[in-house]
């Protein structure tokens, strides 16, 4: 009998064991499989690697290679330049196609450092008639306040699916647009910078007051285009802008933000440029930037 109660005892003694034991390999597993910090940052530098790669590979065509404009949405993707090396003796084709050797030549009618990839493939410097997305030559992605970004808009007839350039940015002129393309992502060479839409609006190229009222073109506001400072502008273009917006996004810029400002052309019109206003909300360095 006592044999029996012993053997019964033993049993179980080994069945509460290996109760416990397989409790906690559970518990050990439950925690391996909550715990994966390793597998997020190897997400996160994938993605930094997939940029760095894509900005070093495109800068190998052309040092005056600035980046990318990504829209989170898919509907843009293009590389942008920067034409503020232009006084180094160029060879590009101003707005009426003609080719000038650089800045100095340009007596024969309207020209500025901007006009050098209006007609110019930046990979390989050959004519396009689309020419390269590029920014303002005045700015600096390291310390500028407002970005400003130039591309072209193509007529129905040049690109029926409405998909080159800056050609995309014509259905941001309707609200029912904007809530799924209001995200773009900057991709520099030292991270990425990332933007919501703010404003969508048209400007006038033949009117003066419009020019006077709505100076998207300053790479930081409270300074004018000649250098000057002029205290108490970025106040006043955000109140102009509130005043012409097509719609309401429901944000509103304060005087404290960065910008990136995209400008094309407007369908149908030879006056007319659409301008997209974007605050800057995010800036990312790479893991590995030096």
């Known amino acids: 009998m006592k044999k029996k109660i012993i053997l019964c005892l033993v049993i179980i003694i080994l069945a509460l064991i290996g109760i ?5 390999l559970t518990n050990n ?4 499989i909550i715990e994966k910090p390793a597998e997020e940052n190897d997400e996160t530098e994938y993605a930094d690697n997939k940029y760095k790669l894509l900005w070093e590979e495109n800068y190998q065509y052309n040092s005056d290679y600035d980046g990318e404009i990504i829209f989170e949405s898919g509907l843009l993707s293009q590389s942008f330049v920067s034409a503020k090396k232009a006084l180094s003796s160029y060879t590009f084709y101003t707005y009426n196609n003609k080719i000038v050797t650089d800045y ?6 309207p020209c500025s450092l901007n006009d050098v990839y209006l007609r110019m493939n930046y990979k390989d410097m050959s004519y396009d008639a689309g ?10 992605l390291d310390y500028d306040q407002n970005i400003i970004i130039y591309g072209h808009h193509y007529s129905q007839n040049l ?3 409405r998909q080159l350039f ?14 799924n393309n209001k995200y773009i992502t900057l ?16 400007f006038d190229t033949s009117s003066e007051e419009q020019y006077s009222r709505l100076q998207f073109f300053r790479t930081t506001y409270d300074i004018d ?10 106040d006043k273009y955000i109140e102009n802008v509130e005043a012409v917006k097509l719609y309401d996004t429901g944000l509103k810029l304060q005087n404290t933000d960065n910008t990136l400002t995209l400008q094309t052309c407007l369908a149908d019109t030879s006056k007319g440029v659409e301008i997209i206003v974007a605050r800057e909300i995010e800036r990312l360095e790479y893991q590995n930037s030096k």
Not at 29 to 32: G, K, N, Q, S
Not at 131 to 140: E, K, L, P
């Open 166 to 179: 800056f050609t995309p940015l014509e259905k941001l002129l309707s609200l029912e647009n904007y809530e």
């Open 104 to 109: 100095e030549t340009c007596e024969s009618g």
């Open 225 to 234: 285009y000649d250098g000057n400072e002029d205290p108490g502008y970025y």
């Open 187 to 202: 991709v520099t060479r030292n991270g990425i910078r990332r933007y919501e839409i703010v404003y969508v609006y048209t």
């Open 159 to 161: 690109d029926p699916e």
């Open 131 to 140: 020419g390269t997305c590029f920014m303002d030559y005045r700015n600096s």
């Open 29 to 32: 597993y439950e925690e391996i």
């Open 20 to 24: 416990i034991f397989s409790s906690s």
